[in-house]
């Protein structure tokens, strides 16, 4: 099967280890970031295969594993805020299913400021009170106004 028996070759497996054998001339510490990876090289014996001289030491998780759900989140969030074209202030809403896969169900390009709207609670929510958060809005607002000045464009492109 393609991709799996290429990776099964006992054959290859020997002259990786003996090339990076050949490579390893001091003391290295390598990590590996992934459980997985973590796994295979013990469960198949690989560790055995390398010289003394190379340290494997287990690291704290694949970032995807250790990542705080918030951040997945907010990563999701500027990738669709990316995709859309937008700019300045906006909120994207989504939602999870059962099985873990996110879905938009809207990206909202001028999302309401009043005290009681989402944005704000979502802004509440990430430690931004309401004053800041009008300052961010009026802030980005106002760097987007000088960046678009001929004068400003004139010396970007120069």
């Given at each position: 099967?393609?991709?799996?028996?290429?990776?099964?070759?006992?054959?290859?497996?020997?002259?990786?280890a003996?090339?990076?054998?050949?490579?390893?001339?001091?003391?290295?510490?390598?990590?590996?970031?992934?459980?997985?990876?973590?796994?295979?090289?013990v469960?198949?014996?690989?560790?055995?295969?390398?010289?003394?001289?190379?340290t494997?030491?287990?690291?704290?998780?694949?970032?995807?594993?250790?990542?705080?759900?918030?951040?997945?989140?907010?990563?999701?969030?500027?990738?669709?805020?990316?995709?859309?074209?937008?700019?300045?202030?906006?909120?994207?809403?989504?939602?999870?299913?059962?099985?873990?896969?996110p879905?938009?169900?809207?990206?909202?390009?001028?999302?309401?400021?009043?005290?009681?709207?989402?944005?704000?609670?979502?802004?509440?929510?990430?430690?931004?009170?309401?004053?800041?958060?009008?300052?961010?809005?009026?802030?980005?607002?106002g760097?987007?106004?000088?960046?678009?000045?001929?004068s400003?464009?004139?010396?970007?492109?120069?």
């Amino acid at each position: 099967m393609k991709f799996v028996d290429e990776y099964r070759d006992p054959d290859a497996v020997r002259r990786c280890a003996a090339a990076i054998r050949a490579l390893v001339r001091q003391p290295w510490s390598i990590m590996e970031v992934c459980g997985g990876q973590t796994h295979a090289i013990v469960r198949f014996g690989l560790d055995e295969l390398l010289p003394s001289e190379l340290t494997l030491i287990h690291g704290p998780g694949c970032p995807v594993c250790v990542t705080p759900v918030e951040m997945i989140d907010r990563a999701l969030a500027l990738a669709a805020y990316e995709l859309f074209g937008l700019s300045g202030y906006a909120r994207i809403d989504f939602r999870i299913d059962a099985a873990g896969n996110p879905f938009i169900i809207e990206a909202n390009a001028n999302p309401g400021i009043a005290h009681d709207s989402g944005l704000v609670a979502a802004a509440a929510e990430a430690g931004i009170d309401y004053d800041r958060l009008i300052a961010r809005i009026l802030m980005a607002a106002g760097l987007r106004t000088i960046a678009e000045m001929p004068s400003v464009r004139r010396l970007v492109a120069a």
